[in-house]
């Protein structure tokens, strides 16, 4: 048997649902949000101070809201009352909302850029398989190449062998045009294409 939710479960759950439309508001339009942050800092920060504030004017307080927002704090202005203070909590979030806000946004596009600019590269793995194949190819050659030299080498000693052995000269000319045959098939002497 199902019970009802408790009211602060449904309070927490209403609460999530708003947070996660808020920050999705907030994804579309950053800049507008930064924007919203700074200027209500400004103006509603720097109207309290300086209504509150004595010998504080509107520029006064638009000034001190500039400066708290930036978390400077020249100390030129300082809220005297406790409520100004509470107020300055307001006003140094609102400008550390609105630092993080354009922080994200543009960390966001960097990283959305670098992820494009990598989908229009090559795959690694394609890159890894296309030195594989000509490392495979080189060694191919390689194995070829040496099997060729060998045959090359023997073809040379008969040829030396039988002129060493002062043999009759069909036997140093067959050996001789042997070796003359596979020194031209040899693959080195051929031609890049």
Request: charged fraction near 25%; glycine fraction near 6%; aromatic fraction near 8%.
């Amino acid at each position: 048997m199902a019970t009802a939710p408790s009211t602060a479960s449904r309070y927490d759950l209403r609460l999530e649902r708003g947070v996660t439309r808020f920050f999705g508001r907030l994804a579309q339009h950053p800049l507008r949000f930064a924007v919203y942050a700074v200027l209500s800092g400004l103006l509603v920060g720097g109207s309290i101070f300086s209504a509150v504030e004595p010998d504080a004017s509107l520029p006064d307080g638009i000034w001190w809201a500039f400066v708290s927002m930036t978390t400077v704090g020249y100390g030129d202005l300082a809220p005297k009352s406790t409520e100004i203070r509470m107020l300055a909590t307001f006003v140094i979030a609102t400008g550390i909302a609105a630092t993080a806000i354009l922080t994200a946004a543009l960390a966001g596009r960097v990283a959305e850029a670098r992820l494009s600019e990598r989908e229009r590269t090559l795959d690694l793995d394609d890159d890894f398989d296309d030195v594989a194949a000509r490392v495979q190819a080189l060694k191919q050659r390689y194995v070829h190449d040496e099997r060729h030299d060998d045959l090359l080498t023997q073809h040379a000693v008969l040829a030396v062998v039988a002129w060493r052995q002062g043999g009759a000269p069909g036997t140093v000319n067959d050996a001789t045009a042997d070796l003359a045959e596979c020194l031209a098939d040899h693959p080195e002497l051929e031609e890049p294409s």
